[in-house]
């Protein structure tokens, strides 16, 4: 009987210090958010923080597909290349092809929208597809695969596009990236909704389950009779699918795509992951969090920015942040691990 | 050898205890000169942890180490080093893409520092590979040795260090009966050369074979010691054994077993190149009736893990053929053996079963997913709580609540889980590897009585265990291991302790292949 108190004692403990865990991103928010409005009158206003919004978005959508590989312990090095990569194929696809790729309209040879975000997502897909496959078949650990994937794609972006960048797309191409429905950019909506059925996918379908189980402890899950091989590839192709999405969106609002774009954004999305309380060890997080996490490094950075902070401390601030993320989340585990 | 001479190892009143475990109590151990000594005990009597404060890994709570008649502290493995105290570990560690010559030197590479003599490494390192019969150039990568010669470096390693008592962990599990005489001869010369041996191993014929004096531990204290021309292998086994069979193990009414649900022929894993040190399995067969619970006992390096696994499709199998019903089945992944009715618990369960910081709900139901479903993808978590709520009454699972992380459980509550996830599957086969491990004796009865239930539901129950009055009360039937074989098949009522431990320890199947 001793022991089932001490057992109460300690759940009660523990769900103090888990509800913080769980909630210390959306509290740094908050505090962020006043301090920025405070310091800066134009930060709250619905411009600014639309904007703010609209930028997250492209991160936002990749921190989703990240979410899903860091949870079974992965990492995705690649999203930035592959991103650049299927931005480019469907601008080519948009516009018909390399010739033109600086005018909008001329010659109408171009495909629809619908094609151009096809192309994006099943360029996507199939990078993903490709490095899960070398992770789980080829057994090569995560790390190595898209470090390796991040030379490869955005090579092949470079070489695809001859160094330099297609732009002038279409009205309705354009619409998904600088649109709006009401107030709210188009990309804002996508991001939500994206994260909406992400977090049902994760919390409520047994595919979810199974990606963290496989996460949480990769032997215990195989005995357990799941196919952990499916399940790790399966992730990789989800990124890859978001890494398209993403490019798609990008593309859509800059009315531009180019081979070095998103450069660093893996640093960036793996950041918000992490600040949104996913394990880089696997089994634990939350789209919520995720969200939440995007969020907080956009307008970490927006803020920066409307102070007159140079973009070099910018990335001093990002790349402390995410230490202490991992920091603080290794002494989570280590406080899981004594109970 | 002269009267007044002090025994060179002599450690008295040795008491360790770990939370919850006293591993050691006042145990005492005495190697002399030129002496090999055997340490013997079933598994969990203590030689681990012995051996481990002997290397300096680990220091006793109390008692008193004297080294050459000097007290001495063995305060880390360095100091044990000086002392010319050298442990070979049963897992060799050596580093296998480096030469025979830079493992033996590891640490103390000759030459005028920073630089390395490599002539003379290579130069002592042949001088000790001759002394004890390695034919091997100094600079042959480790990796391309034989289990045997990489002993042999490893033994090379410990001469190097000028030691006086080498510690040998079960030197001779990995080895072939020819390399085990060569073993022999080389351990007998050390001692002409005025080295002592202590020797840990389960088979007890090399006891008798090689060995001058025993020691033989149980439950952390000693039972005996004494000269091994004093005494024979059945006198060992009585000592090894002797602990009472604890009243609280209750029996059940066998009751009259149904056909044949599970059923393994010639079930064979040999090792391989990568693995060198897996434990081998060769020719194992056996049935289990529906209803029946039969025990598999076995020491430690036996092959029932292995056995379990390899049904369960857990690691793959080299030859054999497993029946579910009767029909023929292939597994090759644990899914496989789960789509056929089968499954295990097993021997770890924190690292092998348990996602320590999910819920209790994610981790009963998480092989059952299929059963609880909507729509075919989605889970029905009023189903889960409801599948939770019955198998937590059922096993009588102490639990703050469903949300509540297994990790905070208790050693027992936790194998209750494992136990819950795998009743929820409905089995036809349930292996239970070391149901009670680590677990505290009111827990282990509940498991023992759950497992009874189990059988009496029809359940085919295969309990694999290394506490020998655990296999006789849970089992109606025994069949025990050694090196890999089945060496024999007892019915609860015919067995014995002594008989049982007899057939782990004397099977003659590996001496005479």
Known sequence: ?339 | MTVAAPPLLQMTGITKSFPGVKALDGVQLEVDRQEIHALLGENGAGKSTLLKILAGAQSPDQGEILFDGKPVTLANPHAAQQLGIVTIYQEFTLAPDMSIAENVFIGREPGRWPFVSWARMADETEKLTRRIGLERNPMTLVRDLSVAEQQMVEIARALSMDSRVIIMDEPTSALSLAEVEKLFKIVRRLKDEGISIIFVTHRLEEVMEVCDRYTVLRDGRNVGAGSVSDITIDGIIRLMVGREVNALFAHREAAEPGPVALEVKRLTRLRTAQDPHATEIRDVSLHVRRGEILGIAGLVGAGRTETARAIFGADPFDSGEVFVDGTPVTIRTPRDAIAHGIGLVPEDRKLQALFLSQAIRTNISVAALDRIGRFGIFVDEAKERGLVEEYRKLLNIRMAGAEQAVGNLSGGNQQKVVLARWLALRPKVLIVDEPTRGIDVGAKVEVHNLLFEMARSGIAVIAISSELPEVLSVADRIVTMREGHVTGELMRADATQEKLMAMMTLGTTSRAA
Request: proline share 3%.
């Open chain 1, 1 to 339: 009987m001793a022991e089932v108190k001490q057992g109460a004692a300690d759940s009660g403990s523990v769900d103090l210090f888990g509800f913080l865990a769980r909630f210390a991103p959306l509290i740094f928010l908050v505090v962020l958010m006043a301090v920025f409005a405070v310091l800066e009158p134009r930060f709250m206003s619905s411009i600014n923080l639309f904007n703010v919004m609209r930028q997250v978005s492209i991160t936002g959508l990749l921190a989703i597909g990240m979410t899903f590989v860091i949870l079974t312990a992965g990492i995705d090095l690649s999203v930035g290349s592959l991103l650049a990569f299927a931005g480019l194929v469907a601008a080519a696809v948009a516009k018909g092809g390399m010739q033109d790729r600086f005018t909008v309209g001329e010659g109408g040879v171009g495909y629809g929208w619908e094609l151009a975000a096809l192309a994006a997502i099943a360029v996507g897909i199939a990078g993903g597809l490709v490095q899960g496959f070398s992770i789980t078949r080829l057994k090569v650990p995560p790390f190595v695969v898209t470090l390796g994937g991040m030379s490869v794609f955005r090579g092949a972006a470079l070489l695809f596009a001859a160094g330099g960048p297609i732009s002038g797309f279409e009205h309705d191409f354009t619409w998904w990236g600088q649109g709006k429905i009401g107030p709210v950019p188009v990309p804002v909506i996508i991001f939500l909704v994206c994260g909406l059925l992400a977090h049902i996918v994760l919390r409520y379908t047994r595919y979810g389950r199974q990606i963290y189980a496989v996460g949480g402890n990769p032997e215990a899950a195989r005995l357990s009779g799941l196919n952990v091989t499916a399940i790790i590839c399966s992730v990789y192709v989800i990124m890859g699918f978001f890494a398209g999405l993403g490019s798609f969106v990008l593309a859509a609002r800059l009315n531009s795509a180019e081979a070095v774009a998103g450069t660093g954004y893996e640093l960036t999305v793996i950041a918000s992951v992490v600040i949104g309380g996913t394990s880089l060890f696997g089994g634990v997080g939350t789209i919520f969090g995720t969200i939440i996490g995007s969020i907080l490094i956009g307008v970490l950075l927006n803020g920066l920015v409307l102070m007159n902070v140079s973009s070099y401390i910018q990335q001093i601030i990002i790349g402390v942040i995410i230490v202490l993320a991992v920091a603080f989340d290794t002494f989570a585990k280590s406080r899981r691990r004594k109970v």
